[in-house]
């Protein structure tokens, strides 16, 4: 079983910058594709950007060049940058673990979450 541990999450103003950190343990984390994922009330989860074992990233159109997802692997650590937020930011992120098997077999792992609030 992997375990994740959001921390990070905050009140900032809009414009402001913030750095999000997540911590695993109990698994091989470099095995893993790590992904940040946010949820606002009353909103579905939705991806906010993912990191393969190999270092390849992805984003949710509406943070490309705000956000910069990055790993270090001997820290069993991924980290979410997030600069020039925005009021629309304000979510509870989610960090997640998962490995994708050729039977289409997924594991999934899920942190509890840390609050990122933006407003003035």
């Known amino acids: 079983q992997v375990q994740l541990v959001e921390s990070g999450g905050d009140l900032v103003q809009p414009g402001g910058s913030l750095r999000l950190s997540c911590a695993a343990s109990g698994g091989a984390f470099s095995s893993y594709r790590m992904g940040w994922y946010r949820q606002a009330p009353g909103k579905e989860r939705e991806l906010v950007a993912g990191?393969?074992?190999?270092?390849?990233?992805n984003y949710a159109d509406s943070v490309k060049g705000r956000f910069t997802i990055s790993r270090d692997n001997a820290k069993n650590t991924v980290y979410l940058q997030m600069s020039s937020l925005k009021p629309e930011d304000t979510a509870v992120y989610y960090c997640?673990?998962?490995?994708?098997?050729?039977?289409?077999?997924?594991?999934?792992?899920w942190g509890q979450g840390t609050q990122v609030t933006v407003s003035s």
């Open positions: 997640n673990a998962a490995r994708l098997h050729l039977t289409k077999a997924r594991d999934d792992y």
């Open positions: 990191i393969s074992s190999a270092g390849n990233t």
